[in-house]
């Protein structure tokens, strides 16, 4: 499976666990506490070594990640060097109202 995909399915699953926590408080408090078991129990694969945390958004508080910055990595053979950041980004997204907001 590509990369890409890999993100994707990640992405996906990650969605089911999410709604699943709105609708689930004890699902929740697991899923803040211990990610990477939850994850595990539901086929996400975080890999080796890699830490998790997952934070809860509030009305009036968003938690934006910071990620790690980009190298530039030679790969033996290939014309030019690849881009590798080693981490997963997801964009927030913010509701009409908030928007409105400014």
């Not at 929740?28 to 830490?51: C, W, Y």
């Not at 990620?67 to 530039?72: F, G, I, K, R």
């Not at 290939?78 to 964009?91: M, V």
Request: proline share 7%.
């Amino acid at each position: 499976m590509s990369s890409e995909l890999q993100e994707r399915a990640f992405w996906d699953g990650y969605s089911v666990l999410v709604k699943k926590a709105w609708r689930d408080e004890a699902f929740k408090k697991r899923l803040l506490s211990d990610p990477i078991a939850v994850f595990n129990e539901h086929n996400l694969t975080v890999p080796k070594g890699m830490q998790v945390k997952v934070l809860e958004d509030q009305t009036n508080l968003r938690h934006l990640p910071l990620p790690v910055q980009p190298t530039l990595k030679a790969t033996p053979g290939a014309e030019k060097p690849t881009l590798s950041a080693g981490s997963w980004f997801c964009c927030h997204t913010w509701s009409d109202q908030e928007t409105k907001q400014g």
